[in-house]
């Protein structure tokens, strides 16, 4: 049975540094992605990694701020959240695609599973 289980949300200062956590079980994936989704707006693309390479890739709002990176061993995909602002404040989700994805790697329907979510609430 696979699982995401996320962790490390909560709430955070501006200008503050976060890292999410994406622990994977059952399989190994072709790629893993983060995506958010804040009250009352769409879930958006955040940044994905692929599995066995190591690309990874970012939606221009998170660019050179955050980082995507994975732990092979642990099966566990990292978002290393930096220079954290309010509009940062979401429901963060977890995904894992089965196949290769690219170059769709931003869109939802492209991933087979999800976690259940984390908040992270950046405020003063």
């Known amino acids: 049975q696979v699982q995401l289980e996320e962790s490390g949300g909560g709430l955070i200062q501006p200008g503050g540094s976060q890292r999410l956590s994406c622990a994977a079980s059952?399989?190994?994936?072709?790629?893993m992605g983060w995506f958010r989704q804040a009250p009352g707006k769409e879930r958006e693309f955040v940044a994905a990694?692929?599995?066995?390479?190591?690309?990874?890739y970012y939606a221009d709002s998170v660019k050179g701020r955050f980082t995507i990176s994975r732990d092979n061993e642990k099966n566990t995909v990292y978002l290393q959240m930096n220079t954290l602002k309010p509009e940062d404040t979401a429901v963060y989700y977890c995904?894992?695609?089965?196949?290769?994805?690219?170059?769709?790697?931003?869109?939802?329907?492209?991933?087979?599973?999800w976690g259940q979510g984390t908040q992270v609430t950046v405020s003063s």
């Open positions: 995904a894992a695609a089965q196949r290769d994805i690219w170059p769709v790697y931003f869109r939802t329907s492209g991933y087979d599973y």
């Open positions: 990694i692929r599995w066995f390479s190591g690309g990874t």
């Open positions: 059952g399989r190994t994936f072709n790629a």
